[in-house]
């Protein structure tokens, strides 16, 4: 299903409110941001303390410049009384069946690796073989709620049961979601912020100082003890390149790869 947002009245303080906020995340003056998107700082101080009503094209070139996300795009038209521009589609629409194909094809073809796909809270919206093999490691209460990479990560129930290396992954997993939390302004992402402190392991571990890094290796892996074989892992991350839909910007497909022979048998074996 395609869906837009009703249509709201215009509450120019409302544009001014969110232009700023998202010129300041960037750390962009009035001068950069008017200068890149053609319009006079004057102007762009006049649309931030609502004295100046911006067109809805005005608004567009404006969000380009400041790198904002379609749905916050949308939210900015939308407050300032025009139609949203970019369609929010379920992934399981037909429209979207080349999306799903691409993205199947990706997950599929990458086993015995985990793969998944993520939406923009970073739950798993469709997982591999290998990734569903490895949720079995999780308590059966966590596997009942939504499949948040963040919650499963840390939750002292979850996969930091068996990450050997909890102290450097769950430090990076912890900076990885501040990063999104603080990047987004999302509330939900902030909250879940808020649960994954709470959990004693995670506390425990912010008590503790920080480790000092090694001066070996290229990348901090993620290392798992599990049934007796001891995993190290890496991932990447990829996206839809141009997407002019919400759910398609929003979507994002993580890959873990082995980061060492050693893992690489054993995920096989785990295959097989």
Request: proline fraction near 6%.
């Amino acid at each position: 299903m395609r869906t837009h947002p009703p249509v709201a009245a215009a509450t120019p303080n409302r544009v001014g409110e969110l232009l700023r906020a998202w010129r300041t995340r960037g750390r962009l003056s009035q001068l950069e941001v008017g200068l890149t998107a053609g319009v006079s700082s004057r102007h762009l101080s006049f649309i931030e303390t609502g004295r100046a009503r911006a067109s809805a094209e005005l608004l567009v070139a404006l969000a380009d410049v400041l790198d904002m996300p379609l749905r916050e795009r949308n939210a900015l038209l939308l407050a300032a009384g025009f139609a949203p521009r970019y369609a929010q589609t379920d992934l399981a629409a037909p429209s979207m069946a080349a999306m799903q194909q691409a993205i199947t094809r990706v997950l599929d073809a990458h086993d015995p690796y985990p793969g998944i796909a993520l939406d923009r809270h970073w739950n798993v919206a469709v997982a591999n073989a290998a990734a569903q093999r490895m949720l079995g490691v999780v308590a059966p209460e966590l596997r009942a709620l939504p499949h948040n990479v963040f919650r499963l990560g840390l939750h002292p129930q979850g996969i930091a049961a068996v990450t050997a290396n909890f102290d450097e992954w769950g430090r990076h997993m912890l900076r990885e979601l501040q990063r999104l939390a603080e990047g987004s302004a999302d509330e939900m992402l902030t909250a879940l912020l808020d649960e994954v402190r709470a959990y004693p392991n995670v506390q425990a571990l912010l008590a503790r100082p920080a480790a000092v890094p090694s001066e070996h290796g290229l990348i901090v892996p993620c290392v798992l003890d599990i049934a007796g074989r001891r995993l190290a892992l890496f991932t990447t991350l990829a996206t839809f390149g141009s997407p002019r839909d919400v759910t398609l910007a929003e979507l994002t497909v993580e890959l873990f790869y082995p980061a060492d022979a050693a893992t690489e048998a054993a995920l096989r074996a785990m295959a097989s």
